[in-house]
């Protein structure tokens, strides 16, 4: 079994977006009766907000991000973009966003996981209060939360020597 260190960027690449995609699938199936809108935490250019759109053609989404990055037709629209540091916005988005999330992704990886695990577990730590019963909190890295459920990465159907993409599912309740 190929290791992940051991992958071209370009692989590496592989194994995450097609990690993403079957993982973003599963959790919208695992929602699918419970209320409430989407969040995307680092909406970055816009791919996976594209796909939590085609999933949710009827919820709201909403995004967090420190700058808008993405093309216009991968993201929502201004009134649902919520700009600046994710450790301030998330405190402060409760109210606006009038409902408790049934799905959170978080995107907030970058190539040091060593200095992403503080801010995810920051993330992990604002979404477990606010995550509507049922609802699922997801992302790229260990969101260490306590009160809510781990669950087991559903199987990633991945080409021929691409390494598994470690992703990460919580549920409240
Ligand atoms: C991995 S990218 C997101 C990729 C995106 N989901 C996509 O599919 O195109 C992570 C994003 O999180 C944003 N970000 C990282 N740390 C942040 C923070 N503390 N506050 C706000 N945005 C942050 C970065 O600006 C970046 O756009």
Known sequence: MAQAAEQSRLERMIARLATQRAVLDAAASLVASIDG???EIGLGKGRTYSHLRRLFPDREIWAFDFEVHAPAHS???VSRILL???RESLLTCWAEIGAPPALVHADIGTESCKADAVLAR???GAIAQRLAPGGILLGDRDMDCAGLTRLETPAVALPDRIAAWPYFLYRSG
């Open 37 to 39: 809108p989407v969040l």
């Open 75 to 77: 993201r929502p629209p």
């Open 84 to 86: 600046g540091d994710f």
């Open 122 to 124: 920051f993330v992990g």
